[in-house]
């Protein structure tokens, strides 16, 4: 993430032929991971019909299925994670090469994240009982914010990057009860403590 500004420039989509390469490269992982998503079986958007592109309402079957939900943010937190960590590549990685590996990292999690293993286990360890996976948009909304995320941990570097982390969470937490850290726990290691008071008790 401690890159000079110079350097952010270059995941940009416009300018040279490699960097239209890797953009092209970016849209094709994530129409792939849209593409095998929808095989598996999850929708392409909200079965409600309803065309809003957000739904803020953790507890509604909205949720995961619109554009964007409250959940985004832990995405944009990835982006932030995922740019530090292919920054301890060794430096002769192209930065074209970092931004497109942590973005195939973050489709790989999408459908991981949407396989029947994992969509039982939010089922039964955390306070998402009615989860049934994400829809395609969601999916695809996920993998962009995840995108912004990297390029804000770009323009932050390492303190700033860690500060943003952690205000994200607070809120995260003080608003949905939920967050990166909240969900990681509860799926790795689930305590009843943390989903009563997630339940509201």
Same mark, same amino acid.
């Given at each position: 993430?401690?890159?000079?500004?110079?350097?952010?420039?270059?995941?940009?989509?416009?300018?040279?032929?490699?960097?239209? %390469? #890797?953009?092209?490269?970016?849209?094709?992982?994530?129409?792939?991971?849209?593409?095998?998503?929808?095989?598996?079986?999850?929708?392409?958007?909200?079965?409600?019909?309803?065309?809003?592109?957000?739904?803020?309402?953790?507890? *509604?079957?909205?949720?995961?299925?619109?554009?964007?939900?409250?959940?985004?943010?832990?995405?944009?937190?990835?982006?932030?994670?995922?740019?530090?960590?292919?920054?301890?590549?060794?430096?002769?990685?192209?930065?074209?090469? %970092?931004?497109?590996?942590?973005?195939?990292?973050?489709?790989?999690?999408?459908?991981?994240?949407?396989?029947?293993?994992?969509?039982?286990?939010?089922?039964?360890?955390?306070? *998402?009982?009615?989860?049934?996976?994400?829809?395609?948009?969601?999916?695809?909304?996920?993998?962009?914010?995840?995108?912004?995320?990297?390029?804000?941990?770009?323009?932050?570097?390492? #303190?700033?990057?860690?500060?943003?982390?952690?205000?994200?969470?607070?809120?995260?937490?003080?608003?949905? %009860?939920?967050?990166?850290?909240?969900?990681?726990?509860?799926?790795?290691?689930?305590?009843?403590?943390?989903?009563?008071?997630?339940?509201?008790?």
């Amino acid at each position: 993430m401690n890159v000079p500004a110079r350097e952010a420039v270059s995941v940009s989509i416009g300018g040279s032929n490699s960097h239209r %390469r #890797f953009a092209a490269w970016t849209v094709g992982v994530v129409v792939a991971t849209a593409i095998i998503l929808r095989l598996m079986g999850q929708p392409v958007w909200c079965k409600c019909g309803e065309w809003v592109p957000w739904s803020w309402d953790i507890g *509604s079957s909205h949720n995961s299925q619109h554009l964007i939900d409250a959940y985004t943010f832990t995405h944009v937190v990835h982006g932030l994670i995922l740019c530090g960590l292919v920054y301890w590549l060794p430096r002769t990685v192209p930065d074209g090469i %970092r931004f497109l590996t942590a973005v195939v990292l973050e489709a790989g999690w999408e459908i991981f994240e949407n396989s029947p293993l994992i969509i039982e286990r939010y089922r039964e360890v955390t306070i *998402s009982q009615d989860y049934f996976g994400d829809s395609v948009a969601n999916a695809v909304g996920d993998i962009l914010a995840c995108i912004a995320g990297y390029g804000i941990a770009l323009r932050l570097r390492t #303190f700033k990057s860690l500060v943003f982390c952690a205000a994200t969470e607070l809120i995260l937490a003080v608003t949905i %009860r939920d967050g990166l850290i909240l969900n990681v726990v509860m799926l790795v290691w689930p305590t009843e403590a943390i989903k009563q008071w997630q339940s509201g008790g």
